[in-house]
């Protein structure tokens, strides 16, 4: 026995330092692909959740649940962090039939009937979709905000990524009718004095290094002016077709220095 004993060997100082250079080398090269793959998931995530969340709320309004929802979104500091946060909220049928009864409400609007040079009051679908939590506009009957845990309504908060927004708030507001497509802040444009619903977010990671400006460098046609390293576009229509899209970037040697540049790119359906 002690013959077979005195025949085991380990490894020698020599094989030790050949193992761990070999790792150090495997690690530096897997590392930054690693990362970027960590940090393309993130953001991929945050428009899966942001795109199950709006059609989850939506598909409240086809089930009945909620007559009138909104999708509200918000970049809110935190300390020195900042966080983007989205909130589903949604209104019950009386809630709603309560408020449309109501004609001295703030829901409803005076308009001048041309033809007959009189006023009549209805329903100011375009500007329902407040962004306060004013008693007087809505009254939501499940908000995360007001402490509803019901589980048709979420919120969620994402701190490693960021929108294209240059202000806040924004929201989107659905029902079961069309009607009542509306949007407000950041998600509303005005065009010849009529609201327009902004179908779009785009969403991007908050640590871009091509970016410094804390926020998703796109115009408003949806080009970056910019390069990002993961960036992507959630869409929705008033009937609740909600699909989402990836940038892909491209490149062009210059031939001055021969160095590769970024030269724009093209959107891709996920």
């Known amino acids: 026995m002690r013959t077979q004993d005195?025949?085991?060997?380990?490894?020698?100082?020599?094989?030790?330092?050949?193992?761990?250079?070999?790792?150090?080398?495997?690690?530096?090269?897997?590392?930054?692909?690693?990362?970027?793959?960590?940090?393309?998931?993130?953001?991929?995530?945050?428009?899966?959740?942001?795109?199950?969340?709006?059609?989850?709320?939506?598909?409240?309004?086809?089930?009945?649940?909620?007559?009138?929802?909104?999708?509200?979104?918000?970049?809110?500091?935190?300390?020195?962090?900042?966080?983007?946060?989205?909130?589903?909220?949604?209104?019950?049928?009386?809630?709603?039939?309560?408020?449309?009864?109501?004609?001295?409400?703030?829901?409803?609007?005076?308009?001048?009937?041309?033809?007959s040079n009189a006023t009549f009051r209805e329903p100011d679908y375009a500007n329902i979709c407040q962004l306060e939590d004013d008693p007087s506009l809505l009254r939501w009957d499940d908000d995360p905000d007001q402490g509803s845990d019901n589980i048709e309504v979420r919120q969620i908060i994402f701190k490693n990524v960021t929108t294209n927004w240059t202000d806040n708030t924004g929201a989107i507001c659905f029902g079961k009718n069309d009607r009542w497509f509306s949007g407000n802040g950041q998600l509303a444009s005005e065009n010849n004095n009529d609201v327009v619903v902004d179908n779009y977010l785009f969403i991007c990671d908050r640590s871009n290094k091509y970016n410094t400006s804390i926020r998703c460098d796109v115009d408003g046609a949806g080009t970056p002016d910019t390069e990002h390293g993961y960036l992507y576009a959630i869409e929705w229509s008033r009937f609740g077709n909600i699909t989402y899209e990836k940038f892909n970037n491209t490149y062009q040697i210059n031939p001055q220095n021969g160095k590769k540049e970024w030269a724009g790119g093209n959107w891709v359906a996920q």
């Open 6 to 115: 005195e025949k085991i060997k380990g490894f020698n100082l020599l094989e030790l330092i050949v193992v761990v250079v070999i790792i150090g080398v495997i690690s530096a090269v897997g590392y930054p692909n690693f990362s970027k793959w960590r940090k393309d998931r993130e953001a991929r995530d945050a428009v899966i959740k942001i795109k199950t969340l709006i059609q989850g709320i939506y598909s409240q309004t086809q089930r009945g649940q909620y007559a009138f929802v909104q999708v509200h979104i918000s970049e809110e500091a935190d300390g020195a962090d900042r966080n983007l946060i989205v909130t589903s909220k949604g209104m019950k049928p009386q809630t709603l039939a309560n408020l449309l009864n109501d004609e001295d409400s703030d829901w409803w609007i005076a308009r001048d009937d041309p033809e």
